[in-house]
């Protein structure tokens, strides 16, 4: 059945080449329409043009976007880190040690104690106009639970980041063997259960924690994990400078996120590569830290894309439309490369071209703003003016 989207004020495509459209990388066009099939989209352009459809609706003049894609998640856990939260407003600094608190939250929880919070997350996001998510394990830390993170996690996405090299868990610390022990586990039986639920494979790679990877470890599980059949995207460069924005080019990644503090080096090694800078700005807003500078990655002509990172540590928000007022307000990006980065751009860093774009053929996945243009996206902060519609 063919249903009709009509009475857009404004329409971003993402598409340059549309010829309604204002040839703007935001390929805006003005009282639009949209039609979708079997969730595909088979129609789209000025709506005095629109074919006939099964059923039409009308969205009053209200803007539409690509719906955001959420590339950077940790959705699969148990536990309240609130206190952690109220400790950082007053100065404790974030090292990823709360991992291990979500870590003993979300072992104890049972399978469907952990659908139940997953879908109710994943309620959130499509309410604040998120399609497609990409979600990480990491906070299983032990075979069975790993695999059982993806299990769930792949009944709402094919984006399943397998991410047992989060941190060394507790029962590893403390003795000379234990890192090593621990790698031995993830590259070893905890790969071999995890991959046939995961698409991806990710690593903390941070020297500047000392639960997180160094630059060699972090080598050594994104290479197992290439072996088996799994691409790579890394965690890098958060908390301080480090190896894994480099080691992310060297491997070929679609992503480095966070990208908090890059090197001069890096930022060209970004530019002249394929993988895309992930900016995640909620994390600097929810751990009181300096935001990266993305604008020099924007003028080195490198993809960037922003990300929630919704996760019980570092920024429990699921919402994109608050990543993009940050970037805007805090961290220079305009309004345009901001809704670039949340939909098209943080599409490339998984590596598709069906979403995060608005043209025959891509996935219908349109959100609707209470609002005449996506500016208000960043004018409006906390106002919840983006839903995905169904
Ligand atoms: N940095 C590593 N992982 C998460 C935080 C995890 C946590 O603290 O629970 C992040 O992306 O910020
Ligand atoms: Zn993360």
Redesign the pocket.
Known sequence: MATAWAGIGELVTNDRTHPEGDGSALGIITDAAVVEEGGQIVWVGARRRMPEADERRDLGGRAVIPSFVDSHS?LVFAGDRSAEFTARMTGEPYD?G??AV?MAATRAATDDELRALLGARIAELRAQGTGVVEIKSGYGLDVPNEARALRIAREFTEETTFLGA?VVPPEFRGSATGRDDYLDLVCGEMLTACAPYARWIDV?CEPNSAFAFTGEESERVLRAGLAAGLEVRV?GN?LGPGPGAELAVALGAASVDHCTFLSDADVDALAGSATVATFLPG?EFSTRSPYPDVRRLLDAGATVALAS?C????CYSSSIPFAIAVAVRDMGMTPVEALLAATVGAAKSLRRNDIGVLQVGARADLTVLDAPSYLHLAYRPGVPIARKLA
Request: proline residues 7%; aromatic residues 6%; hydrophobic residues 20%.
């Open positions: 940790h990823g709360g991992i979500s989060h903390f965690h958060q994390v990172d996760n019980p540590g570092t």
